[in-house]
């Protein structure tokens, strides 16, 4: 803990990146014994109430008090995003280890015009042919999650492939060999371990794709429109023609959560990259 103490305080971007995670996740959790959930749902209150003292956030035109969409929509939202990018990274853990030190000449070849020619391809496309596809199914948080993920593990894949490739030929690698580990074994007690900030700061890349992934989906109307994540509030600011009406409230709120949440992955990554990225280390 003391190590950790003094690289924040020597990094002062990856503590302000933890330190607005670590709100909004006291928001979303402690939240919700202020508020009532139930009030994220339409027709709950009424509507189209600007901020008063009962309704901090005000109301929308759904009549949704917005101080509850806010608590549950920014935990439903890190949800699509932590999903998204579990199953992505570990995809492309597990494809780039294949590739990268497993894999012969031909199946690295094989796995690597297999990401770059999907990486190829817009990812948004992809997506929203997907979500379109499933539209008649209800699509909550664990189904945005997994439509997301669909574009989530070719950027690691490529990017751990390259880093093992790298690491396979340096002399602990040649040390474990010669001391008789197999193959699983030098991937988990030697591979990994010393990757672990890599993949780390690769998580929170996926996770940031994700939630951006998610964003841009649900606000242009595809999935769950029931359900208060930021993605569909968004939609639902558009949808009523926030802007024309004046209701500033209703527009203010969502986006200062979504830059919030933004800002913290992007700062808790490059706080990360310093310690996966030994060049990019400052001297104490």
């Known amino acids: 803990m003391r190590g950790f103490f003094a690289y924040v305080k020597r990094n002062p971007a990856f503590g302000a990146g933890i330190g607005i995670l670590i709100f909004l996740l006291?928001?979303?959790?402690?939240g919700r014994l202020f508020v009532n959930p139930q009030h994220a749902y339409p027709l709950s209150v009424?509507?189209?109430?600007?901020?008063?003292?009962?309704y901090p956030f005000g109301?929308?035109?759904?009549?949704r008090d917005l101080l509850a969409v806010m608590v549950v929509g920014t935990g439903m939202t890190l949800q699509i995003g932590a999903i998204a990018g579990a199953i992505g990274l570990s995809v492309g853990i597990v494809l780039g280890f294949v590739a990268g030190y497993y894999g012969g000449t031909m199946i690295d070849t094989i796995i690597t015009s297999f990401i770059?020619?999907?990486?190829?391809?817009?990812?948004?496309?992809?997506?929203?042919?997907?979500?379109?596809?499933?539209?008649?199914?209800?699509?909550?948080?664990?189904e945005m999650g997994l439509i997301v993920a669909i574009v989530s593990w070719a950027g690691p894949a490529r990017s751990i492939r390259a880093q093992v490739l790298s690491?396979?030929?340096?002399?602990?690698?040649m040390m474990a060999k010669l001391n008789?580990?197999?193959?699983?074994?030098?991937?988990?007690?030697?591979?990994?371990?010393?990757?672990?900030?890599?993949?780390?700061?690769?998580?929170?890349?996926?996770?940031?794709?994700?939630?951006?992934s998610s964003l841009g989906l649900e606000a242009l109307g595809i999935g769950s429109r029931r359900e208060p994540t930021m993605g569909m509030t968004l939609y639902y600011v558009q949808y009523y023609s926030a802007?024309?009406?004046?209701?500033?409230?209703?527009?203010?709120?969502?986006?200062?959560?979504?830059v919030l949440v933004l800002t913290s992955l992007v700062l808790t990554?490059?706080?990360?990259?310093?310690?996966?990225?030994?060049?990019?280390?400052?001297?104490?």
């Open 167 to 173: 690491m396979r030929e340096r002399p602990f690698v």
């Open 243 to 258: 802007f024309m009406v004046g209701m500033w409230w209703w527009i203010i709120e969502p986006v200062i959560v979504i």
């Open 59 to 63: 109301t929308d035109r759904q009549g």
């Open 26 to 30: 006291l928001f979303t959790s402690v």
């Open 116 to 142: 770059d020619i999907y990486m190829s391809i817009p990812g948004f496309l992809i997506l929203v042919l997907v979500a379109s596809t499933f539209r008649n199914v209800k699509l909550g948080v664990t």
């Open 46 to 54: 009424p509507a189209n109430l600007p901020p008063n003292p009962q």
């Open 180 to 212: 008789g580990m197999g193959n699983f074994e030098i991937v988990m007690k030697e591979l990994v371990p010393n990757l672990l900030p890599f993949l780390v700061m690769s998580l929170s890349q996926s996770v940031y794709g994700g939630i951006m």
């Open 269 to 284: 990554s490059f706080g990360l990259d310093e310690i996966a990225n030994p060049r990019a280390r400052r001297k104490a």
